[in-house]
Each structure stands twice: as C-alpha cells, then as structure tokens.
C-alpha cells in the first residue's frame, strides 16, 4: 500500500472510530425513539455516503416489516410500503439475521423488483445488515447504491454493522421506555388511552391551540343500552365489547392526529386535533354510521348491534379551559342521549352566566 492510500486508510479508521465513539454517546443519551431514529440517519448519512438507504423495522403487531426511514431518490414512494420477513433482500437478511453485500442485485434471485418499480429507482449493489438486540432481530438496515462504483466494501460492511449494534440497542432501550410510559396511560380493558392521559393531553392542545389560534374538538360518546349486555352476557363479554369499541374508535382516526380514549364505563373520547365544529361533527357523524354499520361479539359466537350517543364540543366555540371543553363534550352527549340517543349533539356556547354545574366522572351507560 502506497503512502497515500495509507494515510487514507488511517484517516477513515480515525473517522469511523470517532463517529461510533460520538454515537455511542448520544444513544446512551436518550430514551426517545424519534431522536435515536435521526442519530442513526445522521451517522449513517456522514460516514457511508449512501445514494439511497433506508432503515427497515418489524412491525410488533402484524409482523410485517415497514420503512421506518427511507433517504434519497423516490424514498418517499418506499414510506406506504410492507414487506414479509423474508421478502427481497432485507427480508431474507431480517429473517436469517446475516448480513449481505450485492455487488450486481441483478443476479441475486432474492432481489424483489417491487421496490425499485415503486420508487422509478433503479437498484445495482446493495449493503444489508440485521439489527439484532438480544438475540431477536428488530429490523434492518439498507443502503443502496455507494458513493463511487463499484459501489460498496467489506470495509463498508464491517462500519456498517457496528452502527447496526448501537442503534439496535437504543432502538431496543427506547421501546422498552415506551411500553412502560404506555402502561401508565392506557386502559387496560380497551387499549385506548385513559381518562388521566386525556385529562393531561387536553390540557396542552388547548395551549396550543390558544397560541397557534388553531381549532381543537372534543367527541363524547356513551353506549346505548350497554347495560344490558353485562346483564344478559356477563361482564367478561362486556369487556370484550368494550374492547371491539375501542378498536373501532382507533380504525376511524386520523393517524398521529387524532386519539382515542375511554373516560369511565362505557364512556370514550376522542380529540380532535386542529379541528373545529363543523369537521367534528362530520366526524361524529361517521362514527355513529360505523357503530350502525357494525356487528359486535361475533369472534364470542354472538351477533350484537350497537349504538351510542354521541356529544361534540369544540375550542374556542363552546370552551376556553380544558375543563369546561370536557364538561361542554359531556353535557351535549347526554342530550343526544335525551333526544333518543344513536345521534349527535352540539354544545351550546357558553352563556354570560358561565358553565353548567359539573356532572359526575364516571357513570355507568344506558
């Protein structure tokens, strides 16, 4: 080796020592999952030029993997996408947790076109590497097509997975974080958030909203005649409802923007971010077709309809406090409950006279 590629030989080692030291660092850090995802962006970016990468993990619920993070040219189209462990090259290194070097993608059989069809990308050498925390594989990391051609090296392979350690177990530390905050603001019955969480959530979206002068909404709705499904079936069937209705709650939302919660009983929420009266009571509306569209218990060998009563109330129209928008949302569910309940109410702006006296928190459908 002449002098020259010497020193550059020193200078990546010195480089790439430098930028696991920096790494390791700032994984140990933080808890929080976004911030650890863009660390590991970073570092990947500055220290291995990639054309395009993407950091690939499982999803813990369905099993599939998805794009986590998608970089460079018709990344974007990647972001929608799944793909079974498995499938294409990244799948095949998630499911055997061995890494892979492609110089020529075109004469590996496991290379799934798909992708490159999707993003009008065309992929030629490709660099994969498991993340493996604790023996179990959490995903993987793509980069595609190197700086230079021939594209990429043992040497890139051997930095590559060394940043794939850290980040899998910060990934791992800061999923582990999560699930313990979750366990302290989700219902265990439903798996909606709870009334403490949305007590705490309201509070600041109404600040928010105050500052950004952007509408925020409050749905309420209460079960009709639940009442006399525990009474008929048994309270364990009653749960099981409850949780169908909570999942129902949660596949009508807007993702990231709107959240679901159960306030007590046979009581839900949902916040509205950015949204005001009208958009609301769209909303509500389309709950109220859902519960009417739906069929519960079926998966109990029951065949039970249901329907609830449903409130709206909205900042600033009828509430400036979180408070009174949670009281606001209540008192307009119960009269949609006394108008024949399966409908909706709007609250009424506030009178001169201020607030209605405050109901009860829990209570028990009908």
Request: charged fraction near 25%.
């Amino acid at each position: 080796m002449n002098p020259a590629d010497l020193l550059s030989a020193m200078k990546r080692t010195v480089e790439q020592l430098a930028a696991y030291n920096e790494m390791a660092k700032a994984l140990t850090s933080t808890l929080e999952l976004r911030e650890v995802l863009a660390l590991v962006m970073q570092k990947v970016s500055a220290l291995l030029r990639p054309r395009n990468w993407s950091l690939i993990l499982q999803d813990e619920r369905t099993g599939k993997l998805y794009f986590e993070i998608a970089v460079g040219e018709g990344a974007e189209a990647l972001k929608g996408l799944q793909l079974n462990p498995g499938e294409g090259i990244a799948g095949a290194v998630f499911a055997s947790g061995v890494a892979r070097l492609v110089h020529d993608v075109a004469g590996d059989s496991s290379f799934a076109p798909r992708f490159d069809e999707a993003s009008a990308f065309h992929t030629r050498s490709l660099l994969a590497v498991p993340l493996v925390a604790r023996e179990r594989v959490l995903g993987v990391i793509e980069l595609v097509n190197g700086p230079t051609e021939p594209g990429f090296t043992h040497d890139d392979l051997t930095a590559l997975s060394a940043i794939a350690d850290y980040a899998a177990i910060a990934i791992e530390n800061a999923r582990n974080f999560r699930r313990v905050q979750e366990l302290t603001i989700t219902d265990e019955h439903t798996g909606c958030f709870n009334a403490r969480h949305l007590r705490a959530q309201l509070e600041q979206e109404v600040k928010r909203s105050a500052r950004f002068r952007h509408p925020l909404s409050l749905v309420f709705l209460d079960l009709d005649h639940f009442k006399s499904i525990n009474d008929r079936h048994g309270h364990l069937v009653g749960s099981a409802t409850l949780k169908e209705v909570g999942d129902l709650l949660i596949s009508l939302g807007r993702h990231n923007l709107d959240a679901v919660f159960r306030y007590g009983g046979d009581e839900f929420a949902v916040m509205l971010i950015e949204t005001g009266t009208e958009g609301a009571q769209v909303i509500a509306q389309r709950i109220c077709e859902a519960f009417r569209g739906q069929r519960f218990l079926r998966a109990q060998g029951l065949d039970v309809a249901l329907t609830a009563s449903v409130g709206v109330a909205s900042f600033p129209d009828h509430a400036t406090t979180s408070t009174d928008l949670i009281r606001a949302a209540d008192f307009a569910m119960y009269a949609a409950k006394g108008r024949g309940r399966d409908g909706i109410a709007v609250a009424e702006a506030p009178s001169a006279e201020g607030p209605p006296m405050e109901v009860p928190f829990a209570r028990s459908g009908g």
